[in-house]
Nanobody, 126 residues
Framework: QVQLVESGGGLVQAGGSLRLSCAASGHTFSIDGMGWFRQAPGKEREFVAA????????YYAHSVMDRFAISRDVANNAVYLQMNSLKPEDTAVYYC???????????????????WGQGTQVTVSS
């Protein structure tokens, strides 16, 4: 019903920047919120950032606050993640997710997302 296509990953040196993009297609009217998660080797997939509906404010993991910024273009069915001051510990596969409805706990849990992109690799060298 909904397909997500991600782009923008790559190799960057510490302190550099990358901008990830996620384009949604299909029955996008069913989407409420969108977010970004990441998964490093040997680690669980973890929350990075999310925005619900047409909200102006985003939610961020403490590890990326003041460095990453999420934005959403509802009209064009796209969400972005601007990543600045990248650190080696940011290295991971980044996934775009879309939720039909967030639970009472909010946008930080995997089970609240119904659709996922294929993931894009971000590698930050020291």
């Amino acid at each position: 019903q909904v397909q997500l296509v991600e782009s923008g990953g790559g190799l960057v040196q510490a302190g550099g920047s990358l901008r990830l993009s996620c384009a949604a297609s299909g029955h996008t009217f069913s989407i409420d919120g969108m977010g970004w998660f990441r998964q490093a080797p040997g680690k669980e997939r973890e929350f990075v950032a999310a925005v619900a509906g047409r909200a102006n404010n985003g939610y961020y993991a403490h590890s990326v606050m003041d460095r990453f910024a999420i934005s959403r273009d509802v009209a064009n069915n796209a969400v972005y993640l601007q990543m600045n001051s990248l650190k080696p510990e940011d290295t991971a596969v980044y996934y775009c997710g879309a939720s039909r409805m967030y639970s009472r706990a909010g946008p930080i849990y995997l089970h609240d997302y119904d659709y996922w992109g294929q993931g894009t690799q971000v590698t930050v060298s020291s």
